[in-house]
């Protein structure tokens, strides 16, 4: 007899049971897994039923896995590893930042120094090869990595020497002004070379010296002797002397010295050793010229790579080797600039915290710290800038009413499109509009045009003549920069001068 069909039975019923997994029942039957609703997930997870719990690809395990190295670091499409915000909360990793901007910390690489360190170690390399003796200036503004530069030439001297079957020089590094006397930087060369006899009372150290690069049997078999003095310009007496003598010494026909001589006089040997270029004597020169803004920009880059995390907004960075490059390329000044814009940040966030603690007692919600506010900001940079480089513009500028502050704002953002000047009445719609951006009451045109004659009697605008105030003609008499300056620490008028 033919079996009924139960009316919950479907002919595709055995095909789907075949395709579902099949969860073994209670009653020893198998029933098939049907489909499950998001909205019946709570139905379901209450059902006596057990269901096997799914296993993960081995692949998916490995990535969901806390300890794994995906979860570790995280890698961009370009293979490089991303780095993490940084606490600045954390004493140990504020004391890592602080430490890679410190002058004292010497990098692993000296960068945007290569052709300049290049010409000091051919010159270098000459002199050991060929056994003779030379001097060489090397010269530029403080801060633009000379000795820096050096330190890394004693070494590459020394490495290339070994590589090439040479006898490595000896090295004397001295700093001028450590001695007690300009003289007695002849004393330490005299320790210096090989030769063990004993200077008699009447032969000064200078003397034996002169003597020893006189006599050929002296120096035989003796080594080339690498001398670099930093401060050169510390030995410069009333009769010039001291710094005459020691380049004199490279002019024995026996001599074994390389002097190197750094400072920061660009025309010293000009100034101070003319005999020398008398007597075609006159030391090469190389000169350190001031960094630039992209040559300051890689090298904080290059020593925060150390860190394994983001500590300055890539704007705060440019901002601030923007304005040391235009101020003076000293290197040492932008590494003090950053270690202040840091300070000024872990000041704001210990002020925070204590405002935290006072909020929490009163019950109220405070959001946890983002990475927004964890990272030096470019108001942080400004702050920090302004501190180091202060000027009475900017002075003037910061302790400027608000409107007054917004109607040199508007001024800068009209100039932008190339005008030099424009009249009052045109220049009150610009300032309507940051007005009415920023949700700020403005000010009749009549007070305009009073607050105009302000920014003119204090230097900051220039205004014309004219007998209706809107028709007169206003200018600029100070920087754009500086105003961009003074003006960036603060949020409304960072957002419009953007």
């Given at each position: 007899m033919p079996a009924i069909a139960d009316r919950n039975s479907s002919p595709f019923k055995g095909m789907s049971a075949a395709k579902s997994c099949e969860v073994v029942g209670s009653n020893g039957c198998y029933t098939p897994?049907?489909?499950?609703?998001?909205?019946?997930?709570?139905?379901?997870?209450?059902?006596?039923?057990?269901?096997?719990?799914?296993?993960?690809?081995?692949?998916?395990?490995?990535?969901?896995?806390?300890?794994?190295?995906a979860n570790q670091i995280k890698e961009d499409l370009s293979g490089k590893p991303v780095k993490k915000c940084w606490n600045p909360r954390d004493v140990e990793q504020m004391r890592a930042v602080k430490e890679a901007l410190h002058v004292s910390t010497a990098p692993s690489t000296v960068v945007c120094r290569e052709d300049e360190q290049k010409k000091v170690l051919d010159f270098c390399k000459t002199c050991v090869k060929q056994e003779k003796a030379g001097s060489l200036y090397v010269c530029g503004c403080p801060g633009t990595g000379k000795s820096l530069s050096m330190e890394k030439v004693k070494h590459q001297v020394i490495d290339w020497a070994t590589m090439e079957g040479l006898q490595p020089p000896e090295i004397l590094a001295m700093n001028c002004t450590s001695l007690a006397n300009t003289s007695g930087i002849f004393s330490k060369i005299l320790g210096m070379n090989q030769s063990k006899k004993k200077i008699t009372g009447s032969t000064s150290p200078l003397q034996h010296l002169q003597n020893l690069y006189s006599n050929k049997q002296a120096q035989l078999g003796s080594k080339m002797l690498l001398i670099i003095a930093d401060e050169l310009d510390y030995l410069i007496t009333r009769d010039r002397a001291v710094l005459h003598d020691l380049f004199m010494l490279t002019t024995f026909p026996f001599s074994r010295c390389i002097l190197i001589g750094i400072a920061n006089s660009i025309d010293l040997a000009d100034r101070f050793l003319p005999r020398l270029q008398?007597?075609?004597?006159?030391?090469?020169?190389?000169?350190?010229?001031?960094?630039?803004?992209?040559?300051?920009?890689?090298?904080?880059?290059?020593?925060?790579?150390?860190?394994?995390?983001?500590?300055?907004?890539?704007?705060?960075?440019?901002?601030?080797?923007?304005?040391?490059?235009?101020?003076?390329?000293?290197?040492?000044?932008?590494?003090?600039?950053?270690?202040?814009?840091?300070?000024?940040?872990?000041?704001e966030l210990r002020e925070s915290a204590s405002n935290l603690?006072?909020?929490?007692?009163?019950?109220?919600?405070?959001?946890?710290?983002?990475?927004?506010?964890?990272?030096?900001?470019?108001?942080?940079?400004?702050?920090?800038?302004?501190?180091?480089?202060?000027?009475?513009?900017?002075?003037?500028?910061?302790?400027?009413?608000?409107?007054?502050?917004?109607?040199?704002?508007?001024?800068?953002?009209?100039?932008?499109?190339?005008?030099?000047?424009?009249?009052?009445?045109?220049?009150?719609?610009?300032?309507?509009?940051i007005c009415k951006s920023a949700l700020i009451p403005a000010v009749g045109i009549l007070e305009f045009s009073s607050m105009c004659r302000v920014l003119n009697d204090q230097g900051l605008f220039k205004l014309g003549q004219s007998r209706d105030d809107k028709f007169k003609r206003v200018t600029l008499k100070v920087d754009e920069a500086d105003i961009s300056f003074a003006l960036q620490g603060i949020r409304l008028f960072r957002n419009c001068l953007q």
């Open positions: 897994q049907k489909r499950r609703l998001r909205s019946n997930s709570a139905v379901v997870n209450e059902s006596p039923v057990s269901t096997p719990m799914k296993l993960k690809s081995p692949r998916r395990r490995l990535v969901s896995s806390p300890s794994s190295p008398s007597l075609n004597c006159k030391p090469m020169v190389v000169t350190f010229r001031a960094y630039s803004k992209d040559q300051i920009l890689s090298i904080l880059q290059e020593r925060l790579l150390v860190l394994p995390c983001i500590v300055f907004h890539q704007q705060a960075l440019e901002l601030c080797a923007r304005k040391v490059a235009a101020a003076s390329g000293d290197m040492r000044k932008a590494l003090s600039v950053c270690r202040s814009a840091v300070e000024i940040l872990e000041a603690s006072l909020t929490s007692v009163e019950g109220e919600f405070v959001s946890p710290q983002t990475q927004e506010n964890s990272t030096v900001r470019i108001d942080h940079m400004a702050l920090a800038l302004s501190k180091t480089f202060r000027s009475p513009i900017v002075d003037t500028i910061q302790s400027l009413p608000q409107h007054q502050q917004i109607i040199l704002c508007s001024a800068v953002k009209y100039f932008r499109g190339g005008k030099k000047d424009t009249t009052i009445g045109e220049l009150n719609k610009s300032y309507i509009d």
